[in-house]
């Protein structure tokens, strides 16, 4: 007589999505450097450059200046953000981040929060812009994010995503650098992109 060994499959076994999102959770970047979860890639960058910056400067100055809504703004906020399949949830860190202020989203907010009550993300394009043209565009329309604004630094334009639909936004308007650009409800003005020159 033989004994025949029978295989019982493991339950509460973590999945890879499980795995990579605590490996992700778990990281310590370098000073300086930020880390993302993108459509279940480790995406870190090092510190942005010092005309990333003026730019980031000078569209936050006009939004909380020039915003019909008092505006509240991070630079560093955390987003948890639904993935795409079978990817944990995004875990993403816009440039910049506006949410009406009556909101008061920031406020007691974890690390990563929730994108409710965010109007605007706006990324300005870095080391690896397609990471900011293709999936951190589809991240913030399958999230919901009313608006997402791109400072294409080697296209010299700014592109203004509006009205997501599933993982895509349906209408994009352009502006190359110098011309200005109209920011709809609830900011209702026009971005004046010549500082980006």
């Known amino acids: 007589m ?5 295989e019982q499959p493991i339950t509460n076994s973590p999945s890879q999505a499980d795995i990579l999102l605590e490996s992700f959770l778990s990281l310590h970047s370098p000073e300086g450097f930020r880390a993302e979860l993108i ?3 480790i995406i870190v960058a090092p510190p942005p450059d010092g005309d990333h910056e003026d730019h980031i400067n000078h569209l936050t100055k006009q939004v909380i200046r020039r915003a019909k809504t008092d505006m509240s703004f991070s630079s560093n906020k955390g987003l948890r953000l639904v993935s795409g399949g079978l990817c944990p949830k995004n875990h993403v860190i816009p440039d910049a981040t506006f949410a ?9 907010a974890p690390p990563w929060m929730e994108p409710d009550g965010i109007e605007m993300v706006a990324e300005v394009t870095s080391s690896k812009p397609d990471q900011d043209r293709i999936a951190k565009r589809h991240c913030y329309a399958r ?6 604004l791109l400072v294409d630094r080697e296209k010299s334009q700014v592109s203004l995503f509006s009205k997501p639909h599933r993982d895509e936004y349906t ?9 200005p650009l109209a920011l709809p409800a609830p900011f209702d003005f026009e971005l004046d992109t010549k500082p980006f020159l």
């Not at 009406?100 to 007691?108: S, Y």
């Not at 999230?143 to 997402?148: C, K, N, Q």
């Not at 209408?171 to 011309?179: I, P, S």
């Open 2 to 6: 033989s004994a025949v060994a029978h």
């Open 39 to 41: 459509e279940g890639e």
């Open 171 to 179: 209408e994009v308007h352009l502006a190359a650098f110098g011309e």
């Open 100 to 108: 009406p202020e009556e909101l008061r989203v920031f406020r007691g």
């Open 143 to 148: 999230a919901g994010i009313p608006l997402y």
